[in-house]
């Protein structure tokens, strides 16, 4: 079902977290885009989740200019990569250098088994070096992570900034990662009225803090669950987030594009 939102079409929306390789959305990944696209969806980023995917996000960047791509091993996936992953990453961001914004998505689950927190570490520490050593911005990926992820970027003066995917927290959890560079990324979470931290949050920061991301087929909306999410419920997250804030929808947009901008470290999209 096609999106509905007042926004102007003046207003650009960047879905900066959006997985549209995953099967949920390849299936139909033409019509998902338009629907985005009429939705007022103008750009997004498709993060890899394990090395597999990451000849294929290079191939669906040349398809459209408004697909930009990080590749990356999310934590879920750290124990499956090759041993050679992280030395073809390297190669890859040297041949691609220019069409892959950031290194992403990368983390710590510390909510998966506690046999994999080595792992997952190790494999962390070691893209935030290469994100280091290529000059590129980070997608982090955290659930019960904070404290080590940001004793890590520490630890490597990472001062590349990015995204912290999926924020949820308390003003002072957003600080600590805003004085590092970094933008919160903020979706489906704030339409739940329970996620009333999160939704704080938003209220008292500044709008430059901000990025927005749907994480789509994941994270349905409040009054969607147990649905793929898509990229056009953006729309929705947007209404929200507007409903948070004091400024005007058109300022909101414009600072929210922006931030996209800044914080992939674009001169368009």
């Known amino acids: 079902m096609p999106v509905t939102s007042d926004i102007p079409a003046t207003v650009k929306l960047f879905d900066t977290h959006c ?7 390849a299936v139909a990944q033409a019509l998902y885009w ?10 997004l980023v498709i993060p890899a989740v394990q090395q597999s995917a990451w000849q294929n996000l290079l191939a669906l960047q040349q398809q459209q200019p408004q697909w930009h791509i990080a590749l ?17 990453l390297d190669q890859l961001l040297t041949a691609h250098n220019t069409a892959i914004v950031a290194v992403g998505e990368i983390g710590l689950d510390f909510a998966l088994a506690e046999a994999s ?3 997952q570490q190790q494999l962390f520490a070691a893209q935030l070096l290469l994100a280091k050593q290529h000059n590129k911005p980070v997608i982090l990926h955290h659930r019960k992570s904070q ?7 520490k630890r490597q003066q990472f001062n ?4 912290l995917h999926a924020f949820s927290g308390s003003q002072q959890q957003a600080m600590a990662f805003i004085d590092l560079g ?11 009225e329970r996620a009333e931290k ?10 430059e803090s901000f990025v927005l991301e749907t994480d789509a087929p994941a994270m349905p909306l409040a009054g969607f669950q147990g649905q793929v999410n898509t990229p056009a419920q953006l729309a929705l997250v947007f209404d929200t987030f507007c409903q948070l804030r004091p400024e005007p929808r058109e300022q909101v947009a414009v600072t929210l594009w922006q931030n996209s901008l800044n914080a992939l470290r674009l001169s368009a999209a």
């Open 19 to 25: 997985h549209l390789d995953l099967p949920e959305l």
């Open 34 to 43: 338009q629907q985005a696209q009429q939705a007022g969806v103008a750009a």
């Open 72 to 88: 990356g091993i999310h934590p879920w996936w750290a124990a499956k990569h090759s041993p050679d992953a992280v030395a073809v």
């Open 117 to 119: 927190f080595a792992m």
């Open 147 to 153: 404290p080590q992820l940001l004793a890590e970027l």
């Open 160 to 163: 590349g900034g990015g995204i």
């Open 182 to 192: 970094f933008k919160l990324g903020i979706g489906g979470t704030i339409t739940y």
């Open 198 to 207: 999160t939704r704080k949050t938003v209220q008292k920061l500044p709008l």
